[in-house]
């Protein structure tokens, strides 16, 4: 083994493996090449098994949010459609509202004036029959008036002339004069 050694040792110029400068920073050949290799064999695996399932997950998921946003604009034109048909029910049920308000008051108007009616008429047949009752009564009172008039008449009658008026057509002749005699100074003195 010396002379391995030596016959190394005498080559001249070439150096051990061992003797040269080692550089931290720069891997040696084969180290390199024997990175890359693995390297390739992975990137080559990732780009033939796991990228195509990683695209394919992408776009699931970009067609579930492009979904997602065409539901949800949908959804939004279906309340938009929902609230324009609310404020339309809103506004006819206002409208229908003010209509009933308005044929209440028209009503109410109607009755107060039908009342008006009714209770002028009952007032009107009040103050008539009230009209009638006195007429009957002041009618009573001038028959009752008449007569003790009349026999008022008689009485002074008899005294004046001293006689006694036994005949009824003599009496009623002088009552007879006597009220129309009272009738037309009654009537001039009004």
Partial sequence: MTNVINY?????G???PLEEPINPLLPATYDLVWSVIPLLVVGILFWKFILPKFQEVLTEREDRI?????????AQVEAKAALEKYNAQLAEARAEAAQIREEARDKGKQIIEEMKAQATE???RIIESGEKQLAAQREQVVAEL????????????ERLLG?????AVKRSRTIDSFLSDLDTVNYAGK
């Fill in 14 to 16: 070439e150096v051990l």
């Fill in 146 to 157: 008449r007569r003790e008039m009349g026999q008022n008449s008689i009485n002074l009658a």
């Fill in 66 to 74: 492009k979904g997602g946003i065409q539901r949800a604009e949908a």
């Fill in 8 to 12: 190394l040792a005498a080559g001249g």
């Fill in 122 to 124: 009952e007032s009107n």
């Fill in 163 to 167: 006689e006694q008026l036994s005949d």
